[in-house]
């Protein structure tokens, strides 16, 4: 049994009992007002602690970071040093970690089709596409080349290049997809029982779009649970009641609706997880 816990955007806790694995690490949530600002800002570590504690994060082997927006990976470091655990990522991510004074030999920089066995999970990276630029977020492939010390401007955290998670634990096989976007062929041969599938962006989206991108994922993957991410308004505290993302970025509804009719088209589950929630597959 594996137990994983949803703590919005895209951070994931995976859980058998025995090893945890932390994918992605965004907790503190600064507002839009803030990143729009380029207010500098740092890890709640108050929160972290707090979220810590009550999901029972005492086995934490490892984070591995999808990208470095500060959605991503903002907290990585405070968690890691926290719960003694690794950080796998890309030279950003290790930029970040090394900012923080997390010391070199507690990270890893990963590469596309990097393996790795931690415990009795079996990880490999796949190397990706982020969603399309828009007027908040238009540094996709730029690196972030030093150390980031804290406090600095969400705007700090470059995306760095992107990355999925293929996850193996017995007989289970889990894909985590972060981002609305596709590499055509990418996922040719793989398959999933469970796919956690990146959907900001899926509104806006043309039919053409949304038709290859469901074929290159849901349908490449075969999954039998498809489970959204990315889809809550990361600007908001998650001491407060989740929302979908502001109106103007995304129509969270529209996304729901668009995902729940390809599940029902092709007979294939869907569960939207809510964040700070756990569910055992």
């Not at 990880?123 to 972030?144: A, C, E, F, Q």
């Not at 991410?229 to 129509?251: C, Q």
């Amino acid at each position: 049994m594996l137990k994983i816990t949803y703590f919005g955007t895209t951070t994931l806790l995976f859980d058998d009992g025995k090893d945890q694995i932390l994918f992605d690490s965004h907790f503190t949530r600064p507002s839009l007002f803030q990143y729009i600002a380029g207010a500098r800002v740092k890890t709640n570590t108050v929160l972290c602690d707090r979220l810590i504690g009550l999901h029972h994060i005492d086995r934490l082997r490892a984070i591995f970071i999808s990208h470095t927006h500060h959605d991503h990976v903002m907290d990585a470091p405070y968690v890691a040093g926290k719960c003694g655990a690794m950080i796998y990522g890309s030279s950003s991510a290790k930029n970040v970690a090394l900012g923080e004074g997390i010391p070199e030999e507690k990270t890893v920089v990963f590469q596309d089709e990097s393996k790795y066995t931690i415990g009795d999970y079996k990880i490999r990276i796949i190397k990706s596409l982020h969603s399309k630029p828009t007027i908040l977020n238009n540094d996709l492939g730029v690196p972030i080349e030093k150390p980031l010390v804290q406090p600095v401007s969400p705007r700090d955290y470059k995306e760095g290049g992107s990355y999925d998670f293929f996850v193996e634990h017995g007989d289970q096989k889990i894909l985590i997809r972060p981002s609305f976007n596709y590499i055509e062929g990418q996922l040719d041969g793989i398959r999933a029982d469970v796919l956690f599938l990146g959907v900001a962006g899926l509104a806006k989206a043309d039919e053409d779009t949304e038709r290859t991108f469901f074929a290159e994922t849901a349908e490449k993957t075969k999954a039998r649970l498809v489970i959204p991410v990315h889809w809550d308004n990361f600007f908001a505290s998650l001491e407060k009641p989740v929302e979908g993302m502001p109106r103007l970025i995304e129509k969270t509804d529209v996304v729901f609706y668009k995902l729940a009719k390809y599940c029902e088209a092709h007979d294939v589950n869907c569960l939207i997880q809510y964040p700070c929630t756990s569910i055992e597959i």
